[in-house]
């Protein structure tokens, strides 16, 4: 007695209430080939006990002169809903991939996820791990801001000092020139061309400002 048919994506099942019958597949190996064929199910091999249900045969394969239905002996299955299967499989394949993702195992595929992981963080280093690292970066990077901090003011310092120099320097040159001590033109030859143009009065008003900025500092 059928249990089920064998058709991909029918779930239809045996049940003498309803006006459902079903058929085993024919003896004939052209017949039985070509019914094969129409089923479309992968590595498919009935055995005496596979059968197909009338929904996938159409009604003039029927011979309703006796009191049961039979098929005819030319008759073959046609009526299948291919589409309904495949979007099936595609969904429990879905489901499935879902599922190994959820559980990896440990092998070669969980080393290359592990390197992957790896890779990423390394890309990403401005990404912590937990809140004690990222407390640790900032104080370092703190520190190191403190450091450029003092290195500037020392730099600063310098450039003033250099600076306040180069004004004295050239205070004095100009000073022996009004004089006449030096002779004139001496500070063309001796100084750089931005500072010789200049003339004397601006320079003592540079000195004093560097002086003012001196006594700020201290």
Known sequence: MPTNCAAAGCATTYNKHINISFHRFPLDPKRRKEWIRLVRRKNFVPGKHTFLCSKHFEASCFD?????????????????????????????????????????????????????????????????????????????????IASLKRKMKTCLQKERRATRRWIQATCLVKNLEANNILPKGTSEHILPTALSSLPLEDFKILEGKQQDKTLAVI
């Open 64 to 144: 309703l002169t006796g009191q049961t239905r039979r098929l005819k002996m030319d008759a073959v299955p046609t009526i299948f809903d291919f589409c309904t299967h495949i979007k099936s499989v595609k969904l429990k394949s879905k489901n499935l991939l879902k599922k190994n993702n959820s559980c990896t195992p440990s092998g070669p595929s969980n080393l290359k996820s592990n390197l992957n992981t790896q890779q990423v963080l390394l890309e990403h280093s401005y990404a912590f791990r937990n809140p004690m690292e990222a407390k640790r970066r900032i104080i370092k990077l703190e520190k190191e």
